[in-house]
């Protein structure tokens, strides 16, 4: 079992940048591919980064691609998002999430994954 816990999320200007973090806890964190995914109201959950249990390899959405960056620190059993040049359209609910991985993979799709975050708001202004 794995615990996510994400923050960083607030209000925020359209240009202006955001940091979200994913805390985990529960099982070694480093055997883990982790992903963020965002959810707007009315619309289906989507893809917006992931990475793979080293960090050598991560993956993007078109949508996000040059503006979001996706780390994590395996001493801290962290994951992060770097969001910058938000627009309106950013607006909505992130998670993070892992699965469990015996190799350097990164995972795309939300039916992929085995454990969810609660979520944080991002709110971006137009």
């Known amino acids: 079992q794995v615990q996510l816990v994400e923050s960083g999320g607030g209000l925020v200007q359209a240009g202006d940048s955001l940091r979200l973090s994913c805390a985990a806890s529960?099982?070694?964190?480093?055997?883990?591919?982790m992903g963020w995914f965002r959810q707007a109201p009315g619309k289906e959950r989507e893809f917006v980064a992931a990475?793979?249990?080293?960090?050598?390899?991560?993956y993007y959405p078109d949508s996000v691609k040059g503006r979001f960056t996706i780390s994590r620190d395996n001493a801290k059993d962290t994951v992060y998002l770097q969001m910058n040049s938000l627009k309106f359209e950013d607006t909505a609910v992130y998670y993070c999430a892992a699965k469990w991985q015996a190799t350097a993979t990164v995972l795309r799709y939300k039916y992929e994954y085995d454990y969810w975050g609660q979520g944080t708001q991002v709110t971006v202004s137009s």
């Open positions: 529960g099982r070694t964190f480093s055997t883990y591919a």
């Open positions: 990475i793979s249990r080293s960090g050598s390899r991560t």
